[in-house]
């Protein structure tokens, strides 16, 4: 049986116990609270003497192999978990490149689950959910089954949660910002004299160099996943765009014409930016930056092996060993000031309006986040967005400094209108973009010019305009 006076909320929440008993006179609910639960607060306790199974949705791993490495971890969590608060939880992970394409299909399913993760940039969105009573409000029950992340969390974290006033999903983080960047060995830099990369030119001199003078080193290590690393450059280097909704952003997604006018839409592929960036990648493949076989690699070498010699990161990747002197990091966004820092509505953990154990499921997020060794199921899909470092706190401060807040962050695109057309476009920008990205298309202007004729058939336009006419009223209300 565990007590609601630990550590912190032991005041909130006997104010609260005294007020429900107030309220109720001689009811039966004098003493229990949520009585009807699995988990009721009974005499200022919370009773977890009933034995409760949670099933729990989170981005993850895309492969078998990697989510078989949490085998044994989930045993021990769960094991840990039926000591602490009497229940288990069943773990499925949907691969974060995945989401858009699996969610729909889970919540359409009508399949029972006490948490999911949640998004104001998934299909369908956060608040989309919210709208849709899908998800269960916390504001009464975060204080008293998740006391210590209740206090946790700031409250200006708090408040970009809420929805309408109110709160349907719990932060995974604090602090976040899109900050996408290139990591290359800075001894080496040091050691051929060449000054920290603060452009393309630069990675070219850099790469340039490492080609002729390091034999046996690729100056990048790539994959076929990596080709989205070099559209976030061509839109991070770029003084106007910021990335936009419509087109998931694990596909080659849409931006804003300029910063000052977020309704105002764009296919970076229709530009003449884009044109040149795709004559510059195919001169890049061609030169060897990355290896001639990109397009099958499952995998980077590493930089550790010396086998590569720089790779594409973010800032979160900073925060897990990379910022201790022998690499350095060139921000893509950091030139033009604008690294985005997001909403903490892009990535949330919800608890299903439909579960019937929402409270123990509440004590269990807590458990979760509270212990270093599990916390990483909870973020394992979004590393690579999130910067989450104590430890490297003037980082944090710098970039908080050349950060915009996002526009889009309050912002859910009803993509109903043009579910097709959506699948369409993310469907030929695989087929088409990603080759030309990473060099592999033949000649460049052909290709392109073959991708924007594929793109208007496959119904980009009817896309833009969908998301400028749902703008409109969010424009005017931002």
């Not at 990648?281 to 990355?290: F, L, N, R, T």
């Not at 439909?354 to 986040?369: H, P, Q, T």
Request: net charge negative.
């Amino acid at each position: 049986m565990r007590k609601t006076s630990r550590k912190k909320g032991c005041g909130v929440l006997s104010v609260f116990i005294m007020l429900i008993v107030m309220f109720v006179g001689c009811s039966v609910l004098k003493s229990s609270l949520f009585s009807s639960s699995t988990t009721p607060v009974v005499e200022g306790q919370i009773d977890t003497s009933r034995y409760v199974k949670l099933s729990m949705f989170l981005a993850g791993p895309s492969s078998e192999e990697a989510i078989m490495d949490y085998k044994d971890t989930v045993a021990q969590l769960n094991a840990k978990l039926k000591d602490s608060i009497n229940a288990n939880v069943e773990i499925t992970f949907v691969a974060f490149d995945e989401l858009d394409r699996e969610y729909p299909l889970i919540f359409n399913s009508k399949e029972i689950y006490d948490v999911v993760y949640t998004s104001s940039k998934a299909t369908p969105g956060y608040f989309t959910m919210v709208e849709q009573e899908s998800l269960q409000e916390l504001d009464d029950l975060l204080p008293v089954y998740a006391s210590n992340v209740w206090e946790m969390i700031k409250p200006s974290i708090w408040e970009d949660a809420r929805y309408k006033g109110k709160i349907y999903g719990i932060p995974l983080c604090q602090e976040k910002y899109r900050a996408n960047g290139y990591i290359y060995r800075g001894d080496l830099l040091e050691k051929y004299e060449i000054e920290p990369l603060i452009s393309l030119e630069g990675m070219e001199e850099f790469m340039d160099t490492l080609l002729e003078e390091e034999v046996g080193m690729t100056p990048i290590g790539m994959t076929e996943d990596s080709a989205m690393s070099l559209y976030d450059m061509l839109v991070d280097l770029n003084p106007d765009w910021i990335p936009a909704p419509g087109i998931p952003h694990s596909s080659l997604y849409l931006v804003s014409k300029s910063r000052d006018n977020i309704s105002s839409i764009l296919c970076p592929v229709f530009s003449t930016e884009f044109m040149e960036f795709a004559k510059e990648m195919k001169d890049w493949a061609e030169k060897g930056y990355w290896r001639e076989e990109v397009l099958t690699e499952d995998r980077i070498a590493g930089l550790d092996s010396g086998k590569d010699a720089s790779m594409f990161v973010n800032l979160c990747d900073l925060s897990n060993g990379f910022s201790e002197g022998k690499y350095k990091f060139f921000c893509f966004g950091e030139g033009n000031h604008k690294v985005i820092k997001e909403s903490a509505a892009t990535d949330l953990l919800s608890i299903s309006a439909d579960s019937r154990n929402g409270e123990r499921a509440l004590m269990m997020l807590e458990f979760i986040m509270e212990n270093e060794e599990f916390k990483e199921f909870l973020t394992y899909g979004i590393q690579g967005q999130i910067f989450k470092g104590v430890k490297e706190k003037d980082m944090l401060d710098y970039y908080e400094n050349i950060s915009i807040k996002d526009p889009y962050g309050k912002f859910t695109f009803d993509a109903s209108p043009v579910e097709q057309e959506i699948q369409n476009v993310v469907r030929v920008n695989s087929q088409y973009g990603i080759p030309i990205l990473l060099g592999k298309a033949g000649d460049p202007e052909t290709a392109v010019k073959k991708y924007r004729e594929e793109l208007k058939a496959a119904g980009i336009q009817k896309v833009i305009d969908t998301v400028q006419e749902q703008l409109k009223d969010f424009t005017l209300s931002y």
